[in-house]
């Protein structure tokens, strides 16, 4: 069980070694394609010249993280707002988890435990914190009691709503399908 989205194999390959890279790429999941998302973490590595640390990222000069986010092609739409948010993530995991990303998982009693621990991380609310939730369990086995209903319908199996569905590319087609239909409904019911 492991993320397969349609980037470099070295960027999955870092997603599926890396907490840290799977946790800001789930960070950066947001008014971007996935696929660019996920393959940040490890344009983020080769630009810095190793694979950063929690540590290292929530103390990094913030002008110079902007910088190498910006950098072309930037690893965000957004570079100068997301390489500050990378950076208050990184904060949370010094501060409560002693820089391990793996620590928001690594002793939940529950799913619910986990999915407050996950949305309160800066810039996770209840869609984006279930969705990590979900990618934990669907992908990476990280799978405490209680964990799909914790995600909601993120956590149903055979879902195919989000970045925790993909397995291939015809998975993503019907992710994007979906992501599709439920944009439509939203503007529909709007107008």
């Not at 409560?96 to 002793?107: I, M, T, V």
């Amino acid at each position: 069980m492991t993320l397969s989205l349609p980037i470099d194999p070295e960027a999955n390959a870092l997603l599926a070694r890396s907490p840290l890279a799977l946790l800001l790429g789930m960070v950066l999941d947001q008014q971007v394609p996935m696929e660019k998302a996920f393959s940040s973490p490890y344009v983020l590595a080769q630009r810095i010249g190793h694979e950063p640390d929690a540590r290292e990222l929530a103390g990094y000069d913030p002008e110079a993280l902007v910088t190498i986010f910006a950098q072309p092609p930037a690893l965000h739409r957004f570079p100068k707002a997301m390489a500050a948010r990378v950076q208050e993530v990184c904060r949370v995991l010094v501060e409560r988890y002693d820089g391990d990303p793996a620590g928001l998982w690594s002793d939940v009693t529950d799913g619910r435990e986990l999915l407050r621990r996950v949305g309160e991380l800066p810039g996770f609310g209840k869609q984006k914190a279930q969705i990590f939730v979900a990618l934990l369990g669907k992908r990476f086995g990280i799978a405490p009691a209680g964990w799909r209903e914790a995600a909601g319908g993120y956590g149903e199996a055979e879902a195919y709503r989000s970045v925790a569905d993909v397995t291939g590319p015809e998975a993503l087609r019907q992710v994007r399908e979906y992501k599709q239909r439920m944009k439509a409904e939203a503007k529909a019911a709007k107008g």
